[in-house]
């Protein structure tokens, strides 16, 4: 499998091809890199769809909402998850072509994308999978965070999706000041009708300003829900069902390196990345004569369709106190990574148009309580916060340093002028300022990045199997335990355990989530997109500690929040991103 899958990964390099395919093959089979599970999976197939998932833009139209169902088909159909921003959606009650309240609402067109999910299911193997972000500001928001429940109209239901809140800040800060006020609920057509901008293409500062300036507005329908009847609403769907994720789109904006070239509403399928959207637009339909025959050709202008192309590096097989063992296999990943975007198969042309324009992979991690055991650091201390610190900020300076090595080699992405890799602005949001940072800076600025955005930390549950680790960024669920995978019990066993590091691996449902919080804050300032972060409770847990723990990951800039996993609820791994 490793000797065929890097032997595919190799297969355009022009000089020292075996060269390359040794190291490929030797990072796979040392278990120090995985790639993600479609990689592994489809490479060597005629169908080579490489990639993780992908993300989509729906428009506000009834031929843009069926072109992105239909595009989520074509995906699901060759295994790709899919994350799908619904915020440009009119609510329900919302007027078409100026009669008012003709609109059913996105609740409607959810229910369309889940049956869809499964009718096209992924090759046989799993049913299509997808998550559906809505703003906390839609007027659609509480029946959406109702999606998943066990009571109410099942009409109104759908049990196969993932549900996704995008909060602006002033959410959160209001919730922590005073839940005893009133949170406005809009319309994102009315706005757009009456204001003459869209609300979802701004964020922070400017977003709050035209937020207070549609709700002052008479002329502009709210729908007024007390804030903590939203909040209640949220963590009663996190308790019973792991899900809404978190998007926190202020500080993901704020963060992005392309913001020059687009925004970013959503994240995929497990929250780990973080790219510029947009969607397609509806150009033309023609009838012409070709060949004698009368054919109808439809032309669109392809958005922004994000792509995620992921591998892990394996922190408990790699020694992260050695920087050059670091680099070396950091590069050899990056590279390989960069050869998934020119090898792909590609289910939707738009996803390989943005794929070549942006050339985005993401480099993430396994086996990180693998790694702190073998350190000897306890989760819940400073010396694990002080350890992710350093070994993220070397794992960012490697993975930095390949792409813009790779840049020196291949050429830059196409949109790097402009962008905060140039200006330097990157470095300086993440006080990157040491010696070898500045030299890092210099040489970017020069020869540019191959890759418009590098690191993503995915889940690895799959592949951290195969290699004898820890899943992804999660402490283990116990030292050992039985897990359940495709109809089989497979024993898990924490990796090294011994007397040694038996003390090092406390059951994740026992660790205090502050300290999960705060380590995922500090790994997250060397992140350029986002990390698939678990909360793990007991159902002791009350909501005001769970609302807490979304209060400081958002005043501590974490971009995302994935499950909340409590002991009575074990959700399904979506194994599309497993790298």
Same mark, same amino acid.
């Given at each position: ?35 993600a ?9 005629? @169908? ?10 729906v428009?506000?139209?009834?031929d843009? #909402? ?8 074509e995906?699901?159909? *060759? ?19 100026? *009669?008012?309240?003709a ?5 409607r067109w ?5 049956? &869809?999910a ?7 193997v799993?049913q ?10 839609h ?22 999706? *993932?549900?996704?809140?995008? @909060?602006?800040?002033?959410f959160?800060?209001?919730?922590k000041?005073?839940?005893n006020?009133n ?13 003459? @901008?869209?609300l ?7 977003w ?7 709700? %002052? ?9 007390? /804030? ?11 308790v019973?069902?792991g899900? $809404? ?39 033309s339909q023609?009838i ?10 439809t ?13 892990s ?6 020694? +992260?106190? =050695? ?6 296999? &950091?590069?050899?990943?990056v590279?390989?990574? =960069? ?8 289910? +939707? $042309? ?14 993430? +991690? ?6 702190l055991?073998k350190?000897h ?7 694990? /916060?002080?350890?992710?610190? %350093? ?10 340093k390949?792409s813009?090595e ?9 949109l ?18 040491d ?5 890092l800076?210099d ?10 955005? +590098? #690191?993503?930390?995915?889940?690895t549950?799959?592949t ?10 999660? $402490?283990v669920?116990? %030292? ?17 355990l ?9 059951n994740?449902?026992? #660790?205090?989530q ?14 350029d ?9 007991t159902?002791e ?9 979304y209060?400081l ?9 994935y ?6 609820l ?10």
């Amino acid at each position: 499998l490793f000797m065929g899958v890097a032997m595919h990964l190799g297969m355009k390099e022009k000089e020292n091809r075996l060269t390359i395919v040794r190291r490929f093959y030797d990072m796979l089979s040392l278990h120090k890199v995985t790639m993600a599970t479609p990689t592994l999976a489809n490479a060597r197939k005629p @169908y080579h769809q490489l990639s993780s998932c992908f993300i989509d833009t729906v428009p506000d139209s009834l031929d843009g #909402i069926y072109t992105s169902i239909s595009n989520f088909a074509e995906v699901s159909k *060759f295994g790709g998850g899919m994350g799908m921003y619904l915020g440009k959606v009119r609510a329900r009650g919302s007027s078409i072509r100026g *009669f008012e309240g003709a609109a059913g609402g996105v609740i409607r067109w959810i229910r369309v994308i889940n049956d &869809t999910a499964v009718a096209v299911d992924q090759l046989g193997v799993r049913q299509g999978a997808a998550a559906v972000y809505l703003d906390a500001w839609h007027m659609d928001l509480p029946e959406f965070l109702q999606l998943r429940t066990n009571n109410g109209d099942d009409r109104m239901k759908a049990h196969d999706l *993932f549900p996704a809140v995008c @909060y602006p800040d002033l959410f959160w800060r209001m919730a922590k000041e005073n839940l005893n006020q009133n949170w406005y609920l809009l319309d994102p057509h009315e706005v757009l009708i009456k204001k003459g @901008y869209a609300l979802e293409d701004s964020w922070g500062k400017e977003w709050e300003e035209k937020y207070f300036d549609c709700v %002052r507005d008479s002329r502009i329908r709210k729908r007024t829900v007390p /804030l903590k009847e939203i909040v209640r609403l949220i963590l009663r769907s996190a308790v019973e069902t792991g899900t $809404p994720f978190a998007f926190f789109r202020d500080a993901v904006n704020a963060a992005n390196p392309n913001k020059h070239a687009g925004m970013i509403y959503c994240s995929n399928l497990c929250t780990e990345i973080a790219q510029n959207m947009s969607e397609t637009d509806f150009v033309s339909q023609t009838i012409q004569n070709r060949d004698g025959d009368d054919v109808i050709v439809t032309v669109r202008k392809p958005g922004n369709y994000v792509v995620c192309n992921l591998a892990s590096l394996c922190l408990g097989n790699i020694n +992260v106190d =050695d920087q050059n063992e670091l680099e070396s296999v &950091t590069r050899d990943a990056v590279r390989a990574l =960069d050869n998934v975007i020119d090898l792909n198969f590609y289910p +939707v $042309p738009a996803a390989e148009k943005t794929n070549h324009t942006y050339r985005s992979i993401g480099l993430g +991690v396994s086996g990180y309580h693998h790694m702190l055991a073998k350190h000897h650091v306890k989760w819940e201390s400073e010396e694990h /916060l002080q350890l992710a610190d %350093r070994v993220f900020e070397d794992i960012s300076y490697a993975a930095v340093k390949a792409s813009n090595e790779l840049a020196r080699e291949r050429g830059s992405y196409s949109l790097f002028h402009g962008s905060e890799w140039e200006s330097g602005m990157f470095f300086e949001r993440r006080n990157y300022t040491d010696e070898r940072w500045q030299k890092l800076r210099d040489d970017v600025r020069t020869y540019g990045m191959r890759n418009a955005y +590098v #690191i993503a930390d995915a889940p690895t549950s799959s592949t951290s199997i195969l290699v004898g680790t820890t899943a992804g960024l999660d $402490p283990v669920m116990n %030292r050992y335990y039985l897990e359940e995978k495709k109809g089989a019990i497979l024993p898990r066993v924490a990796p090294d355990l011994s007397p040694a590091t038996w003390w090092y691996y406390k059951n994740a449902h026992s #660790i205090d989530q502050t300290w999960s919080v705060k380590a995922a804050a500090v790994r997250q300032r060397h992140i350029d997109q986002a990390q698939s972060f678990n909360l793990w409770i007991t159902n002791e847990y009350k909501m005001s500690q769970l609302l807490n723990l979304y209060i400081l990951a958002d005043e501590l800039g974490v971009k995302t929040i994935y499950y909340v996993r409590s002991r009575s609820l074990d959700p399904d791994e979506c194994e599309s991103c497993s790298a």
